[in-house]
């Protein structure tokens, strides 16, 4: 009951009682977001809206970013923060690294660990949407629940360069495929009351040289690229924000490249969030703020304070307009609004660890991707001497570096390997710990022997070959694990396994027949021992239930499922970029006092990326994009499809084998073209599964803008008129039924 009022600025707000919390109108929940950030914004000082726009470090930092007092006890200790306004109601932003969990980069947060999930890879060979939204609503519990309310998730850039840093943060090289599964995920993560991101807009395709490359590419062609990757997951998952990137595109930055953030994002995509910049991609003021940057993040990662007092003194003098700056602010409020951070604010509180360990279970069973089989695998019950070999398979399963780092559930010292050699200074910070290979528990062997109670089963660590193979020698069965690691700010040098793993496989192979290799790699890698081996498995980076899920798999207790996002090479002359752009120019912003010089990198490739480069290039790769075997067999048949003005096909799988399991149907269609020179791209797929016998009817609706081509004078998707060859696949390479459809002419607004 309202007994009365008082007036907040030029407000009325009103009291339900004395001493009571006031009624904000802002916090009406029938009002839009939208209506909400207008109701705020028309209440804050200037101040304020400076304040909702400049990010701090999530930690105190030695001290050296000048927070107020009062905030310091409110830091998160994760990657990000921005001020609360609480006489507005307004709660402070804390922002967490989540794309694979919630990471404890190089453990900012002493003892904290949480749930790690498989890598984005992974997650996009699942080629499941429903699970990658599990997978996502993990990541937002889990930030809830530690109180963090900013997911900095979606990491989606496309794999240009499979030797990329990040390669396994990212959901491979289709943008359909990674719009769709970022975008699931996404979905999940918001659900569960936070925000998320998506990241790094767009075109950082290569940690070499990433903050001073220059990303030079056709518009038409990044539209048909990296940007629809972009445009897929923002429609289907509305994240509140999106995180511009280190790099420049076609020479300008990535945080003040007006076309991306302004005409691409906001304008032809209506993207109503923030846009935030990655950790010290700012580079101006007012360049970068009329050209969309919103929200400058932890402004002590920029070689100086952009958006702080240089910010106040270009509005003050009309640079930057005063409507640009409430706009600024609006976002930001909008999304925090749409997300429900302010209406129901995170509370620290115990995770449902049990539940999360299902899920990612779940999806590390169905990431791993069979991709050779001769007769080894399942492997049989009867084996009584099994030998375990390297791979660091006593201690768990490999993850990447970098700022996505989780300490897993059930992290010990022991399953932390330093790497990079020790601590170093940083100016004004103090000693900052080089970054370790974490491994994920439980360890491989450890669940190999809990499913072969019965087989004597011994491990060896790989690093004396001989001995090993005298191990392999002596065994029924071997299991030889290699692993990569790969991590943010640093590309690996080449696709070959590090050290001399391939040595050993091959000696080992050499040694025993009845040898099965798994592979726990940040991306594709080469395979120069294929022909010697029977059985090969890409786990990936598997996560927190990846020991698990790859003997579930070895054993047979689970049916493998996961089918390829990236082509593997059979040698690096084959990729468009044999050798990586500016090769040696590492750019590690880790390493301080390293500043590259800027870096053209001619994307001549266009929208041709992996398995559509090998066909343009008619190359045959070691494993085709869509590739992965199971350990039962499919049929396809009685092809229909429809044209016009959409296109869908309906087909009918028989499971032929004699055990349950999925298939990943992909379909595929080739545009007609006056020079030969269109390729197959990727427009649908079903993942269905199957009892032994059974049969379904499935059917598929084609995306269109994967056909189109994107017209930059008609600023519109245009699908030419004509007949497209549309063909059903159990990979690209691997096409099972074909036919031809007429489409008509088809223009479609972005
Ligand atoms: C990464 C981002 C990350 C940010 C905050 C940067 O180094 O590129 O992906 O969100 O750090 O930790």
């Not at 794309?99 to 080629?127: E, Q, V």
């Not at 972009?230 to 280190?246: K, L």
């Not at 491989?444 to 089963?457: F, G, S, T």
């Not at 059979?570 to 590259?596: C, D, F, R, W």
């Amino acid at each position: 009951m309202v007994r009365h009022a008082v007036v907040v600025g030029a407000f009325v707000v009103a009291f339900v009682s004395a001493g009571a919390s006031p009624v904000l109108p802002w916090m009406d929940t029938s009002l839009s977001p939208d209506a909400r950030a207008s109701l705020v914004v028309q209440q804050l000082t200037q101040d304020e809206k400076f304040q909702l726009v400049h990010g701090y470090y999530g930690g105190n930092i030695g001290g050296i970013q000048h927070i107020p007092e009062d905030a310091i006890p409110d830091l998160p200790n994760s990657a990000g923060y921005i001020l609360g306004i609480k006489r507005l109601g307004i709660p402070a932003l804390k922002e967490t690294d989540a794309g694979l969990g919630i990471a404890n980069h190089r453990h900012m947060r002493a003892s904290d660990t949480a749930t790690a999930l498989p890598s984005g890879l992974a997650n996009a060979a699942t080629w499941n949407l429903d699970l990658a939204y599990s997978l996502g609503t993990v990541l937002g519990r889990e930030a809830r629940d530690k109180g963090l309310n900013v997911v900095l998730g979606g990491a989606m850039n496309l794999t240009r360069e499979p030797r990329g840093g990040r390669s396994f943060e990212y959901a491979g090289e289709d943008p359909l495929l990674a719009g769709v599964m970022v975008g699931e995920q996404v979905r999940g993560t918001q659900a569960q009351g936070v925000v998320s991101t998506v990241k790094h807009y767009a075109l950082n395709s290569q940690e070499t040289a990433r903050t001073s490359l220059s990303a030079n590419i056709k518009w038409a062609a990044a539209r048909e690229s990296d940007l629809l990757a972009f445009e897929i997951a923002i429609e289907r998952s509305h994240p509140g924000a999106v995180m511009c990137s280190y790099n420049r595109i076609n020479s300008t930055y990535g945080c003040e490249n007006s076309y991306l953030l302004t005409k691409v994002l906001k304008q032809d995509w209506g993207f109503p969030g923030w846009v935030m910049s990655d950790w010290g991609a700012v580079h101006s003021t007012v360049a970068a703020a009329n050209a969309g940057l919103d929200q400058e993040s932890a402004f002590l990662a920029d070689s100086t304070d952009f958006f702080g007092e240089p910010l106040k003194k270009a509005v003050a003098d009309g640079s930057v307009s005063q409507a640009r700056l409430d706009d600024m602010a609006h976002r930001v409020l909008r999304s925090a609004f749409a997300a429900g951070v302010i209406d129901n604010p995170p509370q620290k509180k115990p995770t449902d660890l049990k539940a999360h360990a299902g899920i990612v279970q779940h999806a590390a069973e169905q990431g791993i991707v069979l991709l050779k089989n001769e007769g080894l695998l399942p492997l049989a019950a009867t084996a009584k001497r099994i030998a375990v070999i390297g791979g660091h398979a006593d201690l768990g399963v490999m993850s990447g570096g970098g700022s996505s780092q989780v300490i897993p559930i059930g992290s010990t010292p022991e399953t932390e390997i330093p790497v990079g050699g020790p601590a170093f200074k940083f100016p004004g910070l103090g000693w900052v710990r080089q970054p370790a290979m974490v491994f994920d528990p439980p360890a491989p062997l450890v669940e190999i022997r809990r499913l072969a109670p019965k087989a004597k089963v011994q491990f060896d660590d790989g690093k004396d070959i001989e001995r090993a193979a005298k191990l392999a020698r002596a065994s029924d069965i071997v299991i030889v694990f290699a692993d990569q690691w790969m991590s943010e700010a640093r590309d690996v040098p080449s696709l070959s396994l590090p050290g001399d793993q391939n040595e050993l496989i091959a000696a080992i192979a050499a040694a025993n027949p009845h040898t099965i290799v798994v592979l726990e790699t940040g991306g594709p890698v080469l395979m120069p021992w294929l022909d010697a081996v029977p059985s090969v498995i890409e786990a990936w980076y598997s996560g927190n239930r990846g020991g698990t899920a790859i003997a579930n798999i070895l054993f047979g207790k689970i049916n493998p499922s996961g089918r390829l996002p990236v082509t593997f090479p059979a040698a690096e002359e084959q990729l468009a970029h044999p050798k990586i752009i500016g090769e040696g120019t590492m750019s590690n912003p880790y390493a301080p006092g390293t500043v590259p010089p800027p870096l053209d990198g001619d994307y001549f490739e266009g929208a041709n990326i992996g398995y559509r480069w090998f066909d343009l290039k008619n190359q045959k790769p070691l494993f085709s994009f869509g590739h992965g075997l199971s350990y039962t067999q499919f049929s396809y048949a009685a092809l229909e499809t429809s044209g016009g003005k959409a296109l869908s096909v309906r087909f009918t799988l028989t499971n032929t084998g004699k055990r349950t399991g999925w298939e990943t149907a992909q379909v595929y269609a080739v545009p007609p073209s006056a020079d030969g020179k269109a390729v197959r791209r990727l427009v649908g797929w079903a993942k269905v599964e199957l009892k032994p016998g059974e049969t379904r009817q499935v059917s598929v609706t084609a995306e269109l803008r994967t056909l189109a081509s994107f017209s930059e004078t008609a600023n519109a998707w245009q699908l030419a008129a004509g007949a497209y060859q549309v063909s059903i696949g159990a990979s690209s390479q691997d096409l099972k039924l074909n036919a031809m459809v007429n489409m008509d002419a088809v223009a479609l607004k972005p």
